[in-house]
């Protein structure tokens, strides 16, 4: 019988950064699409590259997590927090990852009527207990819905938004790619 050859050592993965998002009318799906494609572009001009991943919230795993080496979430305020569907993923993903994301940057968008401190307030406290560190100031994007009607009308984000999100998309994408943090 021959001898299979030795397995090739595994290459080293490449560096990741996980945009996850939850949206109901479309504002943050535009914002968290916006810092996507800015993070993607990046990678064209940088040596060392980083993999930009893009999961809905309810679909991130405790894996899609751990393997990243920098997030950006980006989410609605509803009710004075952040929306369910992104609540049920740190849900889930709590405490299988305790302890194990230390020191790793992160930074989040947060579309709200009118407010949005609520729901940074919650992400950050929840994310301390990960031992996440912000790299950037939370962006809060206003939509000015305040009607029951506007509310549930889909949201067009203006460019300035959209840029905003680009902008954080491209620094974290570069920030990973560099090793910088
Ligand atoms: C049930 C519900 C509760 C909301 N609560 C708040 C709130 O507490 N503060 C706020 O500023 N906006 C609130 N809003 C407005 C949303 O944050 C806003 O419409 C935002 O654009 C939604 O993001 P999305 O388009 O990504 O779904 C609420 C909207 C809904 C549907």
Not at 1 to 10: E, K, S, V, Y
Not at 51 to 76: I, K, T, W, Y
Request: aromatic content about 6%.
């Amino acid at each position: 019988m021959t001898q299979q050859p030795a397995p090739l050592a595994a290459p080293q993965s490449a560096r990741r950064l996980l945009i996850v998002w939850w949206s109901v009318t479309g504002a943050s799906r535009a914002m968290a699409l916006a810092a996507h494609r800015a993070a993607c572009d990046a990678q064209e001009c940088e040596v060392q590259a980083c993999e930009v991943h893009l999961r809905q919230a309810g679909e991130a795993s405790v894996d899609d997590l751990l393997q990243a080496n920098a997030f950006l979430f980006v989410m609605p305020e509803m009710l004075g927090s952040m929306a369910g569907a992104m609540k049920d993923l740190f849900d889930r993903t709590y405490y299988p990852l305790l302890g194990r994301l230390e020191g790793r940057p992160y930074a989040l968008v947060v579309c709200a009527g009118s407010d949005g401190s609520g729901a940074v307030r919650q992400l950050e406290r929840i994310v301390t207990g990960w031992r996440l560190r912000r790299v950037a100031e939370p962006l809060i994007v206003c939509t000015h819905a305040q009607t029951p009607e506007a509310i549930a009308a889909p949201k067009v984000m203006t460019p300035e938004a959209l840029e905003a999100a680009a902008v954080l998309g491209q620094s974290l994408a570069t920030g990973v790619a560099l090793g910088i943090w």
